[in-house]
């Protein structure tokens, strides 16, 4: 192996590893609990600027749940955002999200009126 093609290779291979450890982030409470940055660690094109409920509400493309959407809920003072990981044959979403109702990344599941979904954000 030549010298560039070495280096080339521990290129990639940190870029690899980069990205595997940004991933890991994703599922840690390291993200400081925020909503919104777990859901754009899942869903890179989710848009910026999505501090008010109504910021959220904006982006709101769909009234269909879909895996791998962003659920848009009017709770709490700021609203929420989760990444759908489901939609169940009984009617209930699975939704993957931190921040809500406490600290920490966890999972749900529930009718999205139960949720309060007003829409969805489909990339």
């Given at each position: 192996m030549t010298r560039r093609a070495?280096?080339?290779s521990i290129m990639a291979v940190s870029l690899t590893a980069g990205s595997s450890i940004a991933q890991?982030?994703?599922?840690t409470s390291?993200?400081?609990?925020?909503?919104?940055?777990?859901?754009?660690?899942?869903?890179?094109r989710?848009?910026?600027?999505?501090?008010?409920y109504q910021d959220k509400a904006r982006i709101i493309n769909?009234?269909?749940p879909g895996v791998g959407s962003v659920a848009i809920m009017n709770v709490g003072a700021w609203g929420h955002v989760a990444v759908v990981e489901a939609v169940n044959h009984n009617g209930?979403?699975?939704?993957?999200?931190?921040?809500?109702?406490?600290?920490?990344?966890?999972?749900?599941t529930a009718t999205p009126s139960a949720m309060k979904v007003?829409?969805?954000?489909?990339?």
């Open positions: 070495a280096i080339l890991d982030r994703c599922d390291t993200n400081r609990g925020n909503c919104v940055l777990y859901a754009r660690c899942r869903v890179p989710l848009p910026f600027g999505l501090t008010t769909s009234r269909t209930t979403i699975t939704v993957r999200e931190a921040n809500y109702p406490s600290p920490g990344v966890r999972t749900r007003t829409g969805y954000y489909r990339p």
